[in-house]
C-alpha cells in the first residue's frame, strides 16, 4: 500500500535507466527514458476531486466518531470509531496532494515525510481494523462467545497495538521520503530519495513486505473468517445479525473493490517494471493513476454506507442530534429508536 512511492519512482525511472548520470542520448537510443507522465492527471480537475473528497470525508466520518462517542460501545463499534479515525487521518492529508498534483510538492522536507507517513498508517490501520473486525463476528457468531467485562479492555488493547503495527509499517515512507527539485517537471516532488543501485532492491523489497503483511495477509483473515461467519448466518434465521452483518459485509466490500486494484496494479510494476517496453509502462502508469484516485476515494465511502444501509445508525444520529438540541424535529424518531433498541442492544449501533 504504498501511496506515493511509485510515483517517485516513476520520476526517478528515466536517470536509472541510464549507465550513467553523464549518458547523453540521441532519439531512438534504447537507452532513453520512457514518457510516463500520463496527461490530464496533474490537473486542476484532479485538485477538485480530492478537494471534494476531503470535504466529505471530513464531515461524514467526523459524525461517525460523534455517533459512536456519544453512546455506549460495543467491541464492533470500538473497532469501527478507530476505523473512522484512520479514514479521518487520511482525509486530512488530502488537501496537500491536491496541491501537489496541480503545483507539485511545495511543503517542504519535513510535511513530505509526515503526512506520507500518516497516510500509510492510515491505510495499514484500516485494513488491520478490518480484518479485528472479522475476527471479532467470527467469535461472536460462529463460536457464539460471551463478551466478558474485561473484553473492551482487550479491544482497546488491539486497537493500540494495530496502530503501532500501522506506524511501523510505515516508518520506510517516512524515512526515505524528501523533497526534491525534478528538472523535467520543473517543479519539487516528494518521492523516496533511493541511488541507482540501491532502488531495485529497496523498491522489491519493501513493497513485498508490505503489501503481503499490511493488505494480502488480512484480507486472507476477512475471507476466512467471513466465510464461517455469512455459512453459520445461513443456517440461522436472526434477521437482525443478518443486518448487522450486511453493513460489515458492505464495509469490508467496499475496501477490497477501492483498494485491491491499486495493490495489484502497484505489485505487477513492482515485479516486472524493468522487463517492460515503454508503451506498456504508459499504461501501466495510466492504469496507476486511476486506481489510485479510487483507492483515494474510500475514506469518504464507510459514512455514506452507515447512512444507506445502517437504519440503527440513522436512528442514532437523530438521538444525538436531539440530545444537543441540533435537531429538534427528529425526537419523535430518537423516542422510537430507544424503544427499539432494548431488543438489538448487542449488535453494532451502525447497522
Known amino acids: 500500500m504504498l501511496i506515493h512511492q511509485a510515483e517517485g ?13 553523464t549518458y547523453s542520448w540521441d532519439e531512438g537510443d534504447s537507452f532513453a527514458p520512457c514518457e510516463l507522465i500520463v496527461p490530464g492527471f ?10 471534494i473528497v476531503f470535504v466529505i470525508s471530513l464531515m461524514g466520518n467526523s459524525v461517525v466518531v460523534y455517533v459512536v462517542c456519544s453512546m455506549r460501545k460495543t467491541t464492533t463499534e470500538v473497532y469501527l470509531l478507530h476505523l473512522a479515525l484512520a479514514d ?14 496541480h503545483y507539485g510538492w511545495i511543503f517542504g ?50 486497537c493500540g497495538v494495530v496502530w503501532l503495527v500501522a506506524v511501523g509499517l510505515s516508518l520506510p515512507a517516512m524515512i526515505k521520503r524528501e523533497s526534491m527539485y525534478d528538472d523535467d517537471l520543473g ?24 503489501h503481503s503483511v499490511g493488505f494480502f495477509l488480512p484480507l486472507l483473515v476477512m475471507a476466512v473468517c467471513y466465510g464461517w461467519t455469512v455459512a453459520t448466518l445461513f ?8 443486518k448487522a452483518m450486511c453493513v460489515i459485509l458492505a464495509v469490508v466490500l467496499a475496501f477490497i473493490l477501492c483498494w485491491l486494484p491499486y495493490n495489484v496494479t502497484i505489485l505487477i510494476d513492482t515485479l516486472m517494471r524493468r522487463e517492460w517496453l515503454c508503451e506498456t509502462q504508459y499504461v501501466v502508469e495510466m492504469v496507476l493513476n486511476v486506481t489510485k484516485l479510487v483507492a483515494f476515494m474510500h475514506c469518504a465511502v464507510n ?10 445508525f440513522r436512528r442514532q444520529l437523530a438521538l444525538a442530534l436531539s440530545k444537543c438540541g441540533l435537531c429538534q ?23
Open 9 to 21: 519512482e516513476e520520476q526517478m525511472e528515466k536517470y536509472e535507466q541510464l549507465p550513467n548520470d
Open 329 to 351: 424535529r427528529f425526537q419523535a424518531a430518537s423516542r422510537r429508536s430507544s424503544a427499539g433498541s432494548v431488543r438489538s442492544r448487542n449488535s453494532s449501533v451502525l447497522v
Open 235 to 242: 443456517q440461522t434465521r436472526n434477521q437482525q445479525k443478518h
Open 42 to 51: 496533474n490537473s486542476l480537475g484532479l485538485l477538485i476531486v480530492y478537494m
Open 88 to 101: 479521518l487521518l487520511f482525509c486530512l492529508t488530502l488537501p496537500f496532494w491536491a496541491v501537489d498534483v
Open 109 to 158: 522536507g519535513f510535511l513530505c515525510k509526515l503526512l506520507s507517513g500518516f497516510q500509510e498508517a492510515s491505510v495499514y490501520s484500516g485494513v488491520f481494523l478490518l480484518a479485528c473486525i472479522s475476527v471479532d463476528r467470527y467469535f461472536a457468531i460462529v463460536r457464539a462467545t460471551r463478551v466478558s467485562s474485561s473484553h473492551h479492555l482487550q479491544v482497546r488493547v488491539i
Open 187 to 210: 517543479q519539487y516532488i516528494c518521492y523516496d530519495n533511493v541511488t541507482a543501485k540501491s532502488s531495485d532492491h529497496w523498491r522489491v523489497s519493501v513493497r513485498i513486505l508490505q
Open 303 to 312: 459514512p455514506v454506507l452507515y447512512a444507506f444501509i445502517g437504519e440503527k
